[in-house]
């Protein structure tokens, strides 16, 4: 088999050794699609990094791998976790994977169905609690401090070396920098990761120029724009529906240094851009996926980006991962007779 994962096509960049047990799905090597759509709507060159494709359906399986795997090397039976939906999704099945039990902590009713199915069937303990994430992920803090468990959350800093592989990619895929990098910020795990990335091709000569960090949060969600915490978070776009990031002050770093931005989009521009890409792109993401594109959108309509530019949007996670908010928003089927004529007629021929 020629490709083997992260791990092992960048292994000499991250944090393993010949003892380390790999635990792969062969994650990673995803599409990166140029949109023509989308580039000719916006006068610059627009791909869409699409992480939906990835084998749990969200970019969290190259932060996963490597953090059961180091999990599974120190000889942990259990991890644990916080979860608006995919990180709990893709835990699960690498838990599974390399043997071990999983524990999952949700915020009650805030989780997508295609999400939960997979932490479910998967096998891993669910727990959901009233509360937001971020009391979750706080719950999940102080069960790793007291119990024999591995908090798999952004905070375990393997997540973030192997989501920087998600960088990489995208230079050896491209064959060039690109000028803005979009992607949505939720607990800011992977802005964090996606530059750590960049700045490490850069030290190692593998790139001569970085390019300008671009977040978006979910404007009912916002606490890195507003500049505080946000106690109640809400948005429709449930995956970044957090209001205190555990990356904070990195993610501000990544903007910071990139000379890029973290600014926010509404839901109605979210629900707009992800109708527009599947629909004329025919990618399917996920709400929180498209705040990538309806930012880019937005910031060009501000003149803020000019034309002509590079862009690479992160497609964090799949459609199906949310089929209640695709069936709310989209176009409901028309019932008719089941006959040629009554198609026809429908179509106008
Ligand atoms: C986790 C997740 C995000 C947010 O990523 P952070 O690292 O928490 O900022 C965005 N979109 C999807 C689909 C996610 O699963």
Same mark, same amino acid.
């Given at each position: 088999?020629?490709?083997?994962?992260?791990? =092992?096509? +960048?292994?000499?960049?991250?944090?393993?050794?010949?003892?380390?047990?790999?635990?792969?799905?062969?994650?990673?090597?995803?599409?990166?699609?140029?949109?023509?759509?989308?580039?000719?709507?916006?006068? %610059?060159?627009?791909?869409?990094?699409?992480?939906?494709?990835?084998? !749990?359906?969200?970019?969290?399986?190259?932060?996963?791998?490597?953090?059961?795997?180091?999990?599974? =090397?120190?000889?942990?039976?259990?991890?644990? &976790?916080?979860?608006?939906?995919?990180?709990?999704?893709?835990?699960?099945?690498?838990? &599974?994977?390399?043997?071990?039990?999983?524990?999952?902590?949700?915020?009650?009713?805030?989780?997508?169905?295609?999400?939960?199915?997979?932490?479910?069937?998967?096998?891993?303990?669910?727990?959901?609690?009233?509360?937001?994430?971020?009391?979750?992920?706080?719950?999940?803090?102080?069960?790793?401090?007291?119990?024999?468990? =591995?908090?798999?959350?952004?905070?375990?800093?393997?997540?973030?070396?192997?989501?920087?592989?998600?960088?990489?990619?995208?230079?050896?895929?491209?064959?060039?920098?690109?000028? +803005?990098?979009?992607?949505?910020?939720?607990?800011?795990?992977?802005?964090?990761?996606?530059?750590?990335?960049?700045?490490?091709?850069?030290?190692?000569?593998?790139?001569?120029?970085?390019?300008?960090?671009?977040?978006?949060?979910?404007?009912?969600?916002?606490?890195?724009?507003?500049?505080?915490?946000?106690?109640?978070?809400?948005?429709?776009?449930?995956?970044?529906?957090?209001?205190?990031?555990?990356?904070?002050?990195?993610?501000?770093?990544?903007?910071?240094?990139?000379?890029?931005?973290? !600014?926010?989009?509404?839901?109605?521009?979210?629900?707009?851009? +992800?109708?527009?890409?599947?629909?004329?792109?025919?990618?399917?993401? =996920?709400?929180?996926?498209?705040?990538?594109?309806?930012?880019?959108?937005?910031?060009?309509?501000?003149?803020?980006?000019?034309?002509?530019?590079?862009?690479?949007?992160?497609?964090?996670?799949?459609?199906?991962?949310?089929?209640?908010?695709?069936?709310?928003?989209?176009?409901?089927?028309?019932?008719?007779? %089941?006959?040629?004529?009554?198609?026809?007629?429908?179509?106008? +021929?």
């Amino acid at each position: 088999m020629k490709y083997k994962g992260v791990i =092992e096509t +960048y292994r000499k960049y991250l944090p393993v050794t010949e003892k380390t047990p790999v635990i792969t799905f062969y994650e990673g090597n995803t599409p990166l699609i140029h949109s023509k759509y989308l580039s000719e709507l916006t006068k %610059c060159e627009v791909y869409l990094k699409y992480e939906g494709a990835n084998p !749990t359906g969200s970019f969290k399986d190259r932060g996963m791998t490597l953090a059961i795997s180091k999990a599974k =090397e120190k000889g942990s039976k259990a991890v644990i &976790c916080a979860s608006t939906g995919n990180t709990s999704a893709s835990a699960a099945a690498y838990a &599974c994977r390399a043997d071990m039990d999983c524990i999952v902590i949700i915020p009650k009713g805030k989780i997508a169905l295609g999400k939960l199915s997979q932490a479910i069937m998967h096998g891993a303990k669910v727990f959901e609690v009233d509360g937001n994430f971020d009391q979750a992920l706080e719950l999940v803090r102080e069960m790793g401090e007291k119990y024999p468990v =591995e908090i798999v959350n952004s905070i375990n800093p393997f997540r973030i070396e192997g989501q920087k592989t998600g960088a990489f990619e995208v230079y050896d895929q491209l064959g060039a920098v690109p000028d +803005y990098f979009c992607l949505p910020v939720g607990n800011a795990g992977n802005i964090t990761a996606y530059w750590k990335g960049f700045k490490e091709y850069f030290d190692n000569k593998k790139i001569s120029k970085l390019p300008k960090m671009t977040g978006f949060q979910a404007a009912g969600s916002a606490p890195i724009v507003l500049g505080h915490p946000v106690n109640n978070p809400e948005t429709i776009a449930t995956a970044i529906r957090i209001g205190n990031p555990a990356s904070w002050k990195t993610a501000e770093a990544a903007r910071d240094q990139s000379g890029g931005s973290i !600014t926010s989009v509404t839901d109605d521009e979210i629900i707009e851009a +992800y109708k527009l890409v599947a629909g004329k792109v025919g990618v399917f993401c =996920e709400p929180a996926s498209a705040a990538s594109v309806a930012g880019l959108l937005k910031r060009r309509k501000e003149g803020k980006i000019p034309d002509q530019q590079l862009v690479v949007c992160v497609l964090t996670g799949h459609g199906l991962k949310d089929p209640d908010t695709a069936i709310k928003t989209g176009q409901k089927p028309k019932s008719i007779l %089941c006959n040629t004529a009554a198609v026809a007629r429908e179509l106008g +021929y």
